[in-house]
């Protein structure tokens, strides 16, 4: 492997996170969606499967995000008489987004990131110093 793939490489790893953090996101600001008719369901939490593919143009196996799923897990239940999307009981659909779960995932997703930059910048270091050496 040269450095050109350990850059492509790490490239690829922090688009997929990228993509991985915007999904994080968009579970956390629903996070206090209810159902909005009765019988609905509310907003279903989304996860990002990731995948490892051929990127035929520099010959190496990248990581991709490769589709996004909804997380089957229950819904919550509220008590909320006067809801339009309450039921028969008073009881209104609250979503599958569990904060701490989000956080965690954030912080993850984020570490990922800093290694793949890490290793980003390395292999940039690396160039420089040989491109300093072929100077001389």
């Known amino acids: 492997m040269n ?3 350990s850059i492509a490489m790490s ?4 688009q ?13 600001a ?3 969606s209810l159902a909005t008719s009765e019988g609905g369901d509310p907003y279903r939490r989304r996860l990002v499967e990731f995948k490892e593919v051929m ?18 897990s229950e819904f919550g239940l509220k ?13 209104v659909k609250t979503t599958n987004v569990k904060g701490t779960f989000e956080s965690a995932d954030m912080r993850e997703a ?21 491109v300093d050496l072929l100077r001389v």
């Open 110 to 130: 984020q570490r990922s990131y800093e290694a793949n930059l890490s290793m980003l910048e390395m292999s940039r270091d690396l160039m420089n110093k040989l």
């Open 16 to 28: 997929a996170q990228g993509d991985r953090m915007r999904i994080i996101a968009q579970n956390t």
């Open 30 to 32: 629903n996070a206090d």
């Open 79 to 91: 008590h909320l008489p006067g809801h339009p999307a309450a039921d028969e009981n008073g009881y």
């Open 11 to 14: 490239a690829s790893g922090m």
């Open 55 to 72: 990127d035929d143009t520099l010959g190496i196996k990248v990581v991709k995000a490769n589709k996004i799923s909804l997380d089957r």
């Open 3 to 5: 450095l050109m793939d």
